[in-house]
């Protein structure tokens, strides 16, 4: 009774990190006050979610590493790192929610930082959960399972046109400062971008846990990387065509 109760309390846990996720990287829609305590707020919950799945840190140096694990491992110390350095960059330049903390570290430099890490805690946590997907998905009957991937990889494709069209390589790769952002989508939109292109990445998460488990059991199949490259060429194709209409969407620091 108390594991089933301790594993509600996880998955509560785990989608209000997905929800406040999407909030932070909509700073059009939440403003500069709201959006310091929001991340306040992640940071609380991320602390608990940590500590709700110890267990994982009990066990890193226990057992034996497979590719998938070797994977999780990996993927997870960045995000870990990325978490902290956001939180971090972000504690320095607060001007509402802990000001005394303003000038921690050099403004400008919190700024890059901030906007870089913060695009790729996006990016590692969609990675993240789509490394789960399987294990969420397993109930699901093979029919069902096959929708769940059609739907997937075509909101996906979306996703990925969204992030490049939104310029955030640039942000990612610190060659830019600030963000580009659009006032003119309506607020619920902004959300809906956000998520879809979440979406991409757990599709990339989905695909190589696919690829790891597969290769753990020397049963290669290349089923969801053939999902994940529709998914790119969609995107592609739509970045190509409507290249000339796009518009910038996105957080700024």
């Known amino acids: 009774m108390q ?3 301790t594993n509600i309390i996880k998955r509560i846990v785990d989608v209000a990190l997905t929800v406040l996720l999407l909030f932070l990287m909509a700073y059009q829609v939440t403003g500069d006050v709201l959006h310091e305590w929001l991340g306040i707020g992640m940071t609380i919950t991320l602390i608990l979610h940590h500590i709700l799945n110890r267990k994982w840190y009990q066990s890193v140096f226990k057992g034996k590493y497979t590719p998938y694990r070797i994977t999780m491992t990996v993927v997870n110390t960045l995000l870990l790192a990325a978490i ?4 971090l960059s972000g504690i320095a330049m607060s001007g509402h929610a802990v ?11 919190a700024r890059t930082l901030h906007l870089a890490m913060s695009y790729w805690l ?3 946590m969609g990675v993240h959960i789509g490394l789960h997907i399987k294990a969420m998905t397993a109930k699901l ?8 991937k059609v ?6 494709g979306v996703g990925l046109w969204l992030f490049l069209k939104s310029g955030i390589i640039n942000y990612i790769t610190f060659q830019t400062h600030f963000a580009f952002l659009d006032y003119t989508t309506a607020r619920w939109l902004i959300i809906l971008q956000n998520l879809t292109m979440l979406l991409f990445f757990v599709l990339a998460g989905y695909a190589l846990s696919e690829l790891m488990q597969k290769s753990e059991n020397k049963k290669y199949s290349l089923k969801m990387l053939i999902w994940f490259s529709c998914a790119i060429c969609i995107g592609a194709l739509m970045f190509v065509a409507l290249r000339e209409g796009s518009g910038r969407t996105g957080f700024e620091s």
């Not at 000001?99 to 400008?108: A, Q, R, S």
């Not at 009957?141 to 769940?148: L, Q, R, S």
């Not at 739907?151 to 996906?156: A, C, F, K, N, R």
């Open 141 to 148: 009957p093979d029919n069902g399972k096959i929708v769940f």
């Open 151 to 156: 739907i997937l990889t075509g909101i996906s």
């Open 122 to 124: 996006f990016i590692l």
């Open 3 to 5: 594991a089933k109760t």
């Open 84 to 87: 902290a350095l956001t939180a």
């Open 99 to 109: 000001p005394f903390m303003y000038g921690l570290i050099n403004v400008m430099t």
